[in-house]
């Protein structure tokens, strides 16, 4: 399958509040239903694994990450490790950092920054982790190349990136969940979000452009998944 160059996604345009909160409560349904958000938490719980915490809380960021449904996963699960790790929100659209609202009582404290993913606020290594779930097939190769060099050179111990696999069965498999369990806009953004996504040589290649200095890339057939990883 051919990628898909031209045609834009809804998200990315202007959408009343309405209908963006409705997209990405979709985006966090159907990425708890079918395992996406796991296998981003579990990448994370790998590069925090044997590695000492020290005295300050860990720092983990969740690049492109909307209102908040995977940052606050995150946080619950590393909490439930024991881990004393912070969670910070970046994205660079203030309408959807403004949908992630309070943590409420008892829940994860986020921090939320607006800020670009090829532009990140952070010094060198100034972070632990940095992860992008379903934001790569967002941007463009040169953008995309930005993000990556600007991840890696955040992250001291590594980045994930988590992304939709661009083959025939995944896109099947979002047209069924689409128009069985979401709504308008998600019916026409998750079977092009497939279309758009970059194949595995693809991602290897833009990561090399990147300067990480290696990529791991592990694929999730039956979940339409892939995910990249740098240490």
Known sequence: MRREERRRELIDGPLPRRDRDAALADIDRLS??????????????????????????????????????????????????????????????????ALAGGAGPGGPKILRVCADAAALPFRDEGVDVVTASLVLHHLPPDAAVASLAAMREAARLGVVVNDLLR???????????????????????????????????????????????????????????LIMTAP
Request: without cysteine; proline residues 6%.
């Open 167 to 225: 083959t025939r069965l995944a896109w099947l498999l979002v047209l069924v969940g689409t128009w069985l369990f979401a709504r308008r806009v998600s019916r026409h953004d998750g079977p092009l979000s497939v279309r758009r996504a970059y194949a595995p040589d693809e991602l290897r290649a833009l990561g090399e452009k990147a300067r990480w200095p290696r990529v791991t890339i592990r694929r999730y057939p039956p979940l339409g998944r």
């Open 32 to 97: 708890a239903w079918f395992g996406g958000h796991a296998l981003t938490i579990r990448a994370v719980r790998r590069l925090l694994a044997g590695t000492s915490p020290g005295r300050a809380p860990r720092v983990v960021v969740d690049v492109g990450g909307g209102r908040g449904d995977l940052a606050r996963r995150l946080a619950r699960a590393l909490g439930r490790d024991g881990d004393r790790a912070r969670v910070v929100l970046l994205d660079r659209d203030i309408e959807s950092l």
